[in-house]
């Protein structure tokens, strides 16, 4: 079994009552903003009207439209990682290693996925913080070891990681024209030939279409 990892994001910082409740009351109008709109259109000025607040209140909290987005990938983080930590098998302990391997791709990739306007719109506040990359390194770290994958596992986790980010995503998935099932099957056979055990009959070869990368998926659902 995996070693326990801890949250790397963080505690949330200690606040009083009434400015926590400020806080998720801005994050919360700026959560009902996104999925009664866009995220082009959750703006300071926005946030701070459905909230009911003054636009300076929503600055002093954030600092900026990117610290905004920030804090709401944040607590989105939070879940995923305690899922990671605590949650049901596969994605949570109790799964042999490879099997967590393979559902942490396929978790980080759909957050990802489902997260990606929000991530592109929180900038380098989101993007250059280091204990969002670390933790998933650490996990992936931790499980190709517990595999006894040979080689510098530090690198090796971090190609894992690298194709699951939101730039590598829209390339394959934009102009690449990839389906996701293609994009996971292909992630799969690369974990695999990492970890040296080959490849399986639902993997897909480099020849591989969308059609196949469905079929693969349906058959191991």
Known sequence: MSKPLPLLTGAPPTERADAARNREALLQAATELIEGCSIEGVTMDAVAARAGVGKGTVFRRFGSREGLMASLLDHRERVWQAGVISGPPPLGPGAPAMDRLLAFGASRMRLHLEQAALIE??????????????????HVRLLLTEL?????????????????????????????????????????TLVRRVVGTGTTRDEAPASVTDADADAGAAERT
Do not use: C, H, K
């Open 148 to 188: 006894g994958t040979p080689g510098d596992l530090d690198y090796l986790a971090g190609s894992l990681i690298a194709p699951l980010n939101v730039p590598v995503l829209r390339q394959q998935m934009g102009p690449g024209g990839m389906s996701e099932a293609r994009v996971l099957a292909g992630w799969e």
């Open 121 to 138: 719109a929180a900038g380098r506040t989101w993007g250059d913080n280091p204990a969002v990359l670390g933790f998933a390194t650490l």
